[in-house]
């Protein structure tokens, strides 16, 4: 069983929106931080965003267009992409248990593929 599941993703035009979902496996998940990171061939993880506690990260790369949400408390963690372009075509992977300041990551899901279509 996997302990985190991301879906949502998909093939999209560009200048569409696009929300994934991530789900932890166990209840415990709710008091770890969760993030998302996405990655290109030949390219190293990229943090988007991540939530811990009441606090909020999101990367300045997509700052503006993505937004990362978790209701408190809960294993759900969320991630709207807004006026997608074909460079944000990625596989995009949900985490648990780190925080920017670290860089260090726990868990991760399987990850999901985004393609943006210009």
């Known amino acids: 069983q996997e302990e985190l599941v991301e879906s949502g993703g998909g093939l999209v035009q560009a200048g569409d929106s696009l929300r994934l979902t991530c789900t932890a496996s166990r209840n415990a998940f709710s008091v770890l931080p969760m993030g998302w990171f996405r990655q290109t061939p030949g390219k190293n993880r990229e943090l988007l965003g991540a939530?811990?506690?009441?606090?909020?990260y999101i990367a300045d790369s997509v700052k503006g267009r993505f937004t990362v949400s978790r209701n408190y408390g809960t294993t759900t963690i969320y991630l709207q992409m807004n006026e997608l372009t074909p460079e944000d075509t990625a596989e995009y992977f949900c985490?648990?248990?780190?925080?920017?300041?670290?860089?260090?990551?726990?868990?991760w899901g399987q990850g999901i593929q985004v393609t943006v279509s210009s």
């Open positions: 939530v811990r506690g009441h606090t909020t």
């Open positions: 985490t648990a248990g780190g925080w920017v300041d670290t860089g260090i990551w726990t868990y």
